[in-house]
T-cell receptor, first 114, second 116 residues
Framework: EAGVTQFPSHSVIEKGQTVTLRCDPI?????LYWYRRVMGKEIKFLLH????????ESGMPNNRFLAERTGGTYSTLKVQPAELEDSGVYFC????????????FGQGTRLTVV | AQTVTQSQPEMSVQEAETVTLSCTYD???????LFWYKQPPSRQMILVIR??????QNATENRFSVNFQKAAKSFSLKISDSQLGDTAMYFC?????????????FGKGTKLSVKP
């Protein structure tokens, strides 16, 4: 069974440009999470989808970030326009049920804004 | 605010020896989950071990065990008989009981190097 996959693995963009990150969760997992790790800091929660609905988006840093999960399958996280401080590793995770089930992580997308 | 602190940014251990990674946390919750995740170089993060706060018995998974001290809010990870494949970033994480196990609060991580 395929795990959580993220595309691209690396992205280098200029400040002001737009980037879209994609996450494909494990098939059948209703819950999908986005996290971000800025260099030298903690991994921070961004948001949580249950199917196509945003359950919790309290961690989204500002309105330059837009997450979608159309159809409750894969999810995208768009940053527009990107700023230097958006650089970091963006992780996606999925779990079958909301609680009492393990979350499985993808490899992450390393985003560098120059 | 709920926080997780890992005070050791980097550690190293000789192959076959034992190493302990430290983690403390702060919460007003009485029931919660604690986790150790491992991220090998260029690979995804995987769950190493999970502890439920209401269980007094320390969790164990093969060579990995924890020392859970609820009153002290401490959750250390012991790796016995270290192997080269244990080289990775190790993250301690927390989530309140009843919430989603994907809504995790992480520490900054400890980079562990196992030397031959």
């Amino acid at each position: 069974e395929a795990g959580v996959t993220q595309f691209p693995s690396h992205s280098v963009i200029e400040k002001g440009q737009t980037v879209t990150l994609r996450c494909d969760p494990i098939s059948g997992h209703d819950n999908l999470y986005w996290y971000r790790r800025v260099m030298g800091k903690e991994i921070k929660f961004l948001l949580h989808f249950v199917k196509e609905s945003k359950q919790d988006e309290s961690g989204m840093p500002n309105n330059r970030f837009l997450a979608e999960r159309t159809g409750g399958t894969y999810s995208t996280l768009k940053v527009q326009p990107a700023e230097l401080e958006d650089s970091g590793v963006y992780f996606c995770a999925s779990s079958q049920d909301g609680w009492n089930t393990e979350a499985f992580f993808g490899q992450g997308t390393r985003l560098t804004v120059v | 605010a709920q926080t997780v602190t890992q005070s050791q940014p980097e550690m190293s251990v000789q192959e076959a020896e034992t190493v302990t990674l430290s983690c403390t946390y702060d919460t007003s919750e009485s029931n919660y989950y604690l986790f150790w995740y491992k991220q090998p170089p260029s690979r995804q993060m995987i769950l190493v071990i999970r502890q439920e706060a209401y269980k007094q018995q320390n969790a164990t998974e093969n060579r990995f065990s924890v020392n859970f001290q609820k009153a002290a809010k401490s959750f250390s990870l012991k790796i016995s008989d270290s192997q080269l494949g244990d080289t990775a970033m190790y993250f301690c994480a927390f989530t309140p009981y009843g919430g989603s196990q994907g809504n995790l609060i992480f520490g900054k991580g400890t980079k562990l190097s196992v030397k031959p």
